[in-house]
């Protein structure tokens, strides 16, 4: 018994870990538009967020049951199970962090609680209606819908801003980013912190500490909504610069269509249970944004990096849930072997992310490099005309003045200009003095 309460609390302070992960990682969907557009100051923002995350995950439970209650068979399930499933989507959480990427921590955790429930007990144990009505597809519909609905809010509030004094309206559109930032990390609480209220729920069940079927106590409502309040606190500045700055470049009144568009697709999916990935809708919403300006241009090489991310959450979360449940099946040992290899590689990742620091004070110093086809097409664009190919030094072609016939002509006292080793014929020629009417 011993043992098993021991497990018990691993599984809870690791899925509490996920929880504090969760936060800095998304951390981007409430407020990278407002930092980017200057309508609050880093600080403030990540601090205003984080006090809206944690009342907003007292406000439903709905996507805590379908965890819990709903995606994998709970009576098959043990502790050490759901502990290598938050494994994988730790390990997910750290890497996509590490390079920027505004993965779907929401789709690491059913990634791992998936693979490890089926390295377990197969795959009869994994309930794949809910997962595809619940997960798949509101992951593929939900940034589809927030960036069409974002792009015509941003195409009727520059509409409808056309005869308005400029400065007034830039000032009330800051004005409502800042409202719809806080509409988004309410409802960020009320999705992404009830996951981790799920999961811990589901190892109580598992390890008989309450009843099946039963509703998150209180004390994890509580313990999950400080864990992510607290990471939403930390900042995950490298993600909020890839979405504030590196999808494309908003203005006030693209940051405000962008984030009520968002926040009403999350609240909505919250209220009908949807486990939805918040990052794959404001990134939409995002694009939408920055597609509804005239003129307006997404980076599609970010975007591009963010959709093969977006695709292997996932699996790659399952693939590494599977191998930890593998382990842990081991017996005590392998579960010791799992958790020192997760704090290890946590702390090796972390050490990788000091090489290149990012955080408040520079997070909007940063600008999307060129692509690989843009940087390619200017390796190869010829020069201009006159101009030669290389560096290498290359002889004057004369011109045509300096081709034609010899004529007498008077001696001018101009001193005579000499053109470098390699210079252009345009400006060998530029460099000669006017020569005088020639005499006769």
């Given amino acids: 018994m011993e043992s098993f309460s021991l497990i018990l609390a691993i599984v809870v302070v690791t899925a509490l870990a996920f929880d504090f ?54 009576t098959g399930i043990r502790p050490e199970v759901i502990f290598a499933a938050l494994v994988g989507a730790i390990l997910w959480n750290l890497l996509t962090w590490l390079v920027g990427l505004p993965s779907s921590s929401s789709h690491a955790l059913m990634g791992g609680l998936v693979g490890a429930t089926i390295a377990s007990a197969g795959f009869g144990a994994v309930h794949g209606e809910v997962l595809v009505t619940k997960v798949l597809i509101p992951a593929v519909a939900a940034p589809i819908v927030a960036g069409v609905a974002a792009a015509v809010a941003t195409r009727l509030s520059y509409r409808a801003g056309r005869s308005a004094d400029g400065k007034a309206a830039e000032k009330g559109y800051r004005a409502g980013q800042i409202a719809s930032a806080g509409l988004v990390s309410l409802a960020h609480g009320t999705n992404d912190a009830q996951k ?87 990134s939409g919403s995002v694009m939408g944004a920055g597609l509804g300006r005239k003129g307006g241009v997404v980076r599609w090489s970010t975007a591009t990096r963010m959709f093969v991310a977006w695709g292997l959450t996932l699996p790659a979360a399952a693939l590494v849930g599977a191998l930890a449940e593998s382990v842990t099946d ?5 579960t010791a072997v799992v958790a020192v290899f997760l704090i290890a590689s946590s702390a090796a990742i972390w050490k990788l992310s000091r090489r290149q620091v990012v955080d408040h004070t520079n997070v909007n110093d940063a600008e999307e490099p060129a692509g690989v086809v843009t940087a390619a097409m200017a390796a190869v664009t010829p020069p201009p005309a006159g101009l030669p190919a290389t560096d290498e030094p290359s002889a004057v072609i004369p011109s045509p003045a300096m081709a034609s016939p010899a004529v007498a002509a008077p001696a001018v006292a101009a001193p005579a200009v000499a053109a470098p080793v390699g210079a252009t014929a345009t400006a060998a020629v530029a460099a000669e003095p006017a020569a005088p009417p020639a005499a006769v």
Avoid: C
């Avoid at 006090?51 to 907003?56: A, E, I, K, Q």
């Avoid at 504030?244 to 405000?256: E, R």
């Fill in 21 to 74: 992960t969760n936060g800095f990682h998304d951390t981007a969907n409430a407020m990278a538009t407002t930092i980017s557009t200057g309508a609050l100051k880093p600080k403030v923002a990540v601090a205003m967020s984080a006090v809206l995350n944690l009342v907003g995950a007292f406000l439903s439970v709905e996507v805590a049951n379908t965890i819990s209650k709903g995606l994998v068979d709970e």
């Fill in 196 to 282: 981790t209220m799920g999961i811990i729920t589901l190892a109580l069940v598992a390890g008989g500490a309450v009843a099946p079927d039963s509703d998150p106590p209180t004390w994890v409502i509580l313990s999950a909504g400080l864990a992510i309040a607290l990471g939403t606190y930390i900042g995950g500045w490298r993600i909020i610069r890839t979405m504030g700055k590196g999808l494309t470049d908003l203005a006030p009144q693209q940051g405000f269509a962008a984030q009520t568009s968002a926040a009403t697709a999350i609240l909505a999916s919250s209220h009908l249970g949807f486990s939805l990935s918040t990052t794959h809708v404001v």
């Fill in 330 to 334: 081991l017996g005590d040992w392998g």
